[in-house]
């Protein structure tokens, strides 16, 4: 496998301090390039063997670089040629061999070795169940951020976080649990942060203001327009923010 050596058993607290990722962490780095990659997925993934992160003694996952790695080439292989995963497993094994690999391009087809063959626009990856919006449950979020259910409900009080009417999260729920985690380190509290969340709310006010009458336009290509408008502004805003935040600390971040 494309990764390194595991720290054992015994190694939690070790692998806290040897830069390994949380679960939360690790579906933070790859959804810049994955948008829709979820912990589910990630989950799915380990199951069926094509990673194998470490475990603390109290269960959590811990990932590697390298494992981090070995998910971008599997996500790669899924999104850009379809493979099914007995694929990338075998396209893996030859890497780690050494071995040249030729991956086919979209829309051809490939034998599996066992007489079944899967259509790169057909069979995509036995996955069992069909891509969706990113949302996650409650639990799913607390293992994400490695926090209790008294933690989560402390963040819920200050409004940085808030269940959507059927209970589950949006997917950026898991990047602020995590960052919040982050910030936690360095002794920032949670109650500090909701001067951050008003902030935060003002600015979508607004964009929503922005674009409200292109909601409501008659014209549903006009309507449809809105959301790339709010996409837009919406990245705006947050370059904005880190900008006049590096300015106001006289840092630049890289």
Do not use: C
Not at 53 to 67: E, I, L, M, N
Not at 91 to 105: N, Q
Not at 117 to 122: I, K, N, V
């Amino acid at each position: 496998m494309l990764r390194t050596p595991s720290g054992g058993a015994g190694s939690g607290t070790a692998a806290a301090d040897s830069g390994l990722m949380s679960i939360g962490s690790v579906l933070n780095t790859l959804r810049d390039e994955f948008p829709e990659v979820t912990i589910s997925k990630i989950r799915f993934l380990e199951s069926e063997g094509l990673i194998e992160p470490q475990r603390t003694p109290s269960g959590y996952r811990k990932f590697s670089q390298a494992d981090v790695e070995r998910l971008g080439h599997v996500l790669r292989m899924q999104r850009d040629h379809y493979l099914p995963l007995k694929v990338i497993r075998e396209h893996l094994d030859a890497l780690e061999r050494g071995e040249p690999v030729r991956l086919p391009s979209v829309g051809q087809q490939r034998d599996s070795g066992d007489g079944e063959t899967f259509s790169a626009l057909g069979d995509l990856f036995g996955e069992p169940e069909a891509p969706t919006a990113a949302r996650v449950g409650r639990a799913e979020l607390l293992a994400a951020a490695e926090i209790g259910e008294k933690e989560l409900q402390e963040w819920e009080s200050y409004g940085l976080l808030a269940p959507l009417p059927d209970g589950a999260y949006d997917a950026e729920a898991v990047t602020v649990a995590v960052l919040v985690v982050e910030l936690g380190r360095f002794g920032i509290e949670p109650r500090h942060l909701r001067a951050m969340k008003a902030a935060a709310d003002r600015d979508a006010g607004l964009v929503d203001q922005v674009v409200a009458p292109l909601r409501r336009h008659r014209n549903p290509q006009t309507r449809a327009h809105a959301e790339a408008r709010t996409k837009e502004l919406a990245g705006l805003t947050v370059k904005l923010h880190a900008a006049l935040v590096q300015t106001a600390l006289g840092v630049r971040l890289p």
